[in-house]
């Protein structure tokens, strides 16, 4: 009858050990799981800090050429009829140039027309970089002086 007790008392404290043992190895999978994307999150916003410096040196080197940035950047340029020009460029995942139906991230950059005497010769915009599903992950304005 000893041996049998003894026997129980094992398995339940084997029980017990194996228990926090799950315990403990759930709560590491969770933080581990948490790091992964928290370490993509980080390296999708310094790629798009990145591509956002990238586009504010285009536009100050081309001093606002709406087309010139849209040709070196691989996007595309227009103009809407309040008078905001503007430049559009998609990425994929691995933040190449692709079409906007495979894209994973937008850059976007918007030239704003003079808004009074002030601003007569001097270019302003916002550049913004979204991911697909809308998140921002930078934005900032930009000026350049016209000439």
């Not at 000893?2 to 404290?13: Q, W």
């Not at 050990?17 to 916003?45: E, G, K, P």
């Not at 340029?77 to 994973?104: F, I, K, M, P």
């Not at 002030?118 to 304005?141: C, H, M, Q, Y």
Request: glycine share 8%; aromatic share 8%.
């Amino acid at each position: 009858m000893t041996h049998r007790s003894k026997s129980t008392l094992f398995l339940i404290e084997q029980i017990i050990v194996i228990t926090v043992f799950a315990i403990c190895a759930a709560a590491c999978v969770r933080i581990l799981t948490a790091s992964y994307f928290i370490a993509n999150d980080t390296q999708a916003t310094s790629h798009a800090v990145l591509k956002a410096e990238s586009c504010a040196e285009v536009f100050k080197a081309t001093n606002g050429d709406i087309e010139a940035i849209a040709r070196i950047l691989g996007g595309t340029s227009g103009t809407s009829a309040d008078g905001v020009s503007g430049v559009a460029v998609y990425y994929d995942s691995s933040w190449r140039v692709s079409s906007e139906a495979n894209a994973s991230y937008q850059l976007g950059l918007a030239i704003y027309p003079p808004r009074d005497q002030n601003d007569i010769g001097l270019l302003r915009g916002e550049i913004w970089i979204l991911k697909t599903s809308g998140e921002d992950l930078v934005a900032f304005p930009v000026a350049t002086r016209a000439g």
